[in-house]
């Protein structure tokens, strides 16, 4: 014989479902040790926790112009600042102008503050720095230097 749950069941609210999320999702009145919660930080688990992470700020290395810091120094940069649609173009080479040192500065240096230079500044470095050969040239010194100081300390 198969139980009836039918006498189980109870309303949950009067509200409907949509505004019950709604509240939910809104934090109004939350606070933390540090003051107000910034809503952008967050976040409802599945439980109905709410969840906030505070990130540290990203910060960048500075590129000197090392074919073998490149891909490094590039994922960082587009991820942050070039695929960031709230930058304009000159922004974001501005913020490239920043972060250039050495021979990679050297490679944009004649080149003006203007949107269109921007694209042609990166361009430039990826033409000079993303050639296959000479990143595993670097690759090939960096790692004879480290294995021979390995073999020197053993």
């Not at 490239?96 to 694209?119: D, F, H, P, Q, V």
Request: net charge positive; aromatic share 8%; charged share 25%.
């Amino acid at each position: 014989m198969v139980p009836d749950d039918s006498h189980c069941a109870t309303v949950v609210s009067s509200v409907p479902i949509p505004q019950r999320l709604q509240r939910m999702l809104t934090p109004t009145n939350l606070t933390s040790a540090e003051g107000n919660l910034d809503q952008s930080h967050v976040s409802i688990s599945s439980a109905g926790k709410i969840i906030r992470a505070k990130l540290p700020k990203l910060r960048l290395r500075n590129f000197g112009g090392k074919i073998c810091e490149w891909p490094e120094f590039w994922y960082g940069f587009s991820s942050s600042i070039d695929n960031n649609d709230q930058l304009s173009d000159v922004d974001k080479f501005t913020y490239l102008r920043g972060y250039l040192e050495g021979s990679a500065k050297s490679t944009i240096a004649g080149l003006s503050l203007t949107r269109a230079n921007c694209k042609y500044a990166v361009e430039l470095l990826k033409k000079r720095l993303e050639k296959k050969s000479a990143v595993q040239r670097a690759q090939r010194r960096f790692i004879k230097k480290r294995y021979t100081k390995i073999v020197e300390v053993v």
